[in-house]
């Protein structure tokens, strides 16, 4: 069974680091890419950054609202992928889901097929 | 950056009715598009990608098309449990964007 566990949400004062983690397990993990969705409270769905497999040399993508700030790693021997917030603003506060992003052939960009149940961070002073 | 457009904001139905859901992009993305359901407290989950084809495990009475710029998502008969938030998302351009999503109510 795919399964995807975020963790290290939690509360954060503006301008400081934190850390999120995604913990996959139930298919091969270094053959996909990771994508970060957040979703603020009350607000929809909004895609945040994207790190692609070894295949494509992890290359990343970020949106334009956490570029320079937000960076992605993974450790695919291990299942884990990361997601480094710094300076963060009070305008992150969202949850933060991991998904599984399928590439789709002929097309640029990616779709998620798995959902993790996310990982909350609160980003006030 | 792509803009999606969804409407209606709320659409309220019952039971056994047919539902369309509309998502317009501000420019073409060709068939790159996804849909998404979300329920209360919950992840979203994939119900279409490639602007027809169901995920694997999705009903039949959803069901996707349209191409270009003009999308639905169409649930053919309602069930009680298809109350849920609905997003489409385009995956053909940078930055990889969402619609502001679509809440189908159930009498």
């Known amino acids: 069974e795919v399964q995807l566990v975020e963790s290290g949400g939690g509360l954060v004062q503006p301008g400081r680091s934190l850390r999120l983690s995604c913990t996959a397990s139930?298919?091969?993990?270094?053959?996909?890419?990771v994508s970060w969705v957040r979703q603020a409270p009350g607000k929809g769905l909004e895609w945040v950054s994207l790190?692609?497999?070894?295949?494509?040399?992890?290359?990343?993508e970020h949106a334009a609202s956490v570029k320079g700030r937000f960076t992605l790693s993974r450790d695919d021997s291990k299942g884990l992928a990361y997601l480094q917030m710094n300076s963060l603003k009070i305008e992150d506060t969202a949850v933060y889901y991991c998904?599984?992003?399928?590439?789709?052939?002929?097309?640029?960009?990616?779709?998620?097929?798995?959902w993790g149940q996310g990982t909350l961070v609160t980003v006030s002073s | 950056e792509v803009v999606l457009t969804q409407s209606p904001a709320t659409l309220s139905l019952s039971p056994g009715e047919r539902a369309t859901l509309s998502c317009r992009a501000s420019?073409?993305?060709?068939?790159?598009l996804a849909w998404y359901q979300q329920k209360p407290g919950q992840a979203p989950r994939l119900l279409i990608y490639?602007?027809?084809n169901r995920a694997t495990g999705i009903p039949a009475r959803f069901s996707g098309s349209g191409s270009g710029t003009d999308f639905t998502l169409t649930i053919s008969s309602l069930e009680p449990e298809d109350s849920a938030v609905y997003y489409c998302?385009?995956?053909?351009?940078?930055?990889?964007?969402f619609g502001g999503g679509t809440k189908v109510e159930i009498k």
């Open positions: 998904t599984r992003a399928l590439y789709s052939s002929g097309g640029n960009g990616y779709y998620s097929d798995y």
């Open positions: 139930g298919f091969g993990f270094g053959d996909y890419a």
């Open positions: 790190i692609r497999n070894k295949a494509y040399r992890g290359t990343t």
């Open positions: 420019q073409s993305v060709s068939n790159y």
């Open positions: 490639d602007a027809s």
């Open positions: 998302q385009q995956f053909r351009n940078w930055p990889l964007t």
